[in-house]
């Protein structure tokens, strides 16, 4: 599950980088996040709550800045 929302914070974050304004990026973090939610009930088990909410959350919001912040860099 983590390596599955690493992949859509490194999707995301690249469509990010050529938004025009941050509350868009941010609508489509928000998206991307409520889009992997039943993909994380139906892959990760019951018990393992911490890592299907907090981890994986951490991980998509981390990748996604690390993307957004290299592409702007890269093309400013």
């Known amino acids: 599950m983590l390596l599955v929302r690493g992949i859509v914070g490194l ?3 690249a469509i990010s ?3 025009p304004s941050l ?3 941010l609508l489509l973090l928000a998206i991307g996040y409520i889009s992997t939610i039943p993909l994380a009930g139906y892959i990760a088990p019951e ?3 911490r890592t299907r909410y907090l981890k994986g959350t951490l991980t998509l919001v981390v990748a996604w800045l690390l993307i ?3 592409l702007y860099n890269l093309v400013a």
């Open 11 to 13: 999707v995301v974050g």
């Open 17 to 19: 980088a050529f938004l």
């Open 23 to 25: 509350y868009y990026a």
């Open 47 to 49: 018990g393992k709550r």
């Open 68 to 70: 957004l912040v290299v």
